[in-house]
């Protein structure tokens, strides 16, 4: 529905979609276990990881992880080399390295990460979440890891519990709106960046923190996620940065506010590129 309304409203064009290769084996295991990818890959998943997971096991759902996977991998590519790439889906940040939770079996942005990284392309990367609900598995996976920085904004009230940290986690009350949350997360860049030196920026984009969302219980107008995106795009620029954004969750009562929010960030990322091109072309 994202990739469609994007060309009927002629903010893509058919060119500007690019069809990702699954990811391969030697990928997913730069950041998942052998034994969790087996168990995956041959159904063999207990009864307490399928509850887990929250989602029916199938062969189909192997496939389009995988799929994901490489659709981040695609858009980290093209954001070295563009400015901008955008996976359509993505964003599953409740994958560990060892099972799978909340709806995320394989953590795509993690594959993506460390497939730059093997390939010599960036060493040091910036995670910006900005679900509602904490990138546990982006935390747990990169825990340690100086070459990444993960910052998460999230309802603090809400899945998942425990919270494993990230290295700089926002804890947003119930009910937050679109003033407060913007200035929370204009702190954040600028403390993020204070800490440390990125080559390129992983914005995870929830539309979840939506005040229509059945899942989050944020208080977000749609224009104030549109600005929320605006911000995270305009500091990255400012800087430099490359910038690969997957859209992760999103479930508001009406199926076509989640697409039109998905939609707006791939604008936001529209007009930062376009202000970064007038600037160097004045």
Known sequence: MVRDFLLAEHIAEP???????????????????????????????SASERMLLEIPYSQAAVRGFWLAAGGSILAAQCA?????????????????????????????????????QADAAMRKALVVDTDVHQGNGTAAIF??????????????????????PSDLDVNLDDGTGDEEYLDLLSKALADSFGRF????????GGADPYREDQLGGLWLSMRGLQERDALVFAEARRR????????????????????RIHVNTVIAA?????????RANP
């Open 240 to 259: 430099g940065l490359a910038v690969a954004v997957a859209f992760a969750g999103g479930y508001a009562r009406k199926v076509e506010d989640t697409v």
């Open 270 to 278: 529209r007009e930062a590129a376009a202000a970064r091109v007038s």
């Open 15 to 45: 060119a500007d979609i690019l069809a990702p290769e699954p990811a391969t084996d030697e990928d997913i295991l730069r950041v998942h276990t052998r034994e969790w990818v087996d168990k995956v890959q041959h159904g063999k998943l």
């Open 80 to 116: 070295l080399k563009d400015g901008f790439g955008i996976n359509i889906g993505g964003g599953f940040h409740h994958a560990f390295p060892g099972h799978g939770e909340g709806f995320c079996m394989i953590h795509d942005v993690a594959v993506a990460i460390r497939r730059l």
């Open 143 to 164: 825990a340690g890891d100086a070459g990444v920085f993960t910052v998460s904004l999230h309802q603090e009230n809400n899945y998942p519990e425990p919270k494993p």
């Open 197 to 204: 030196a990125p080559e390129i920026l992983f914005y995870i």
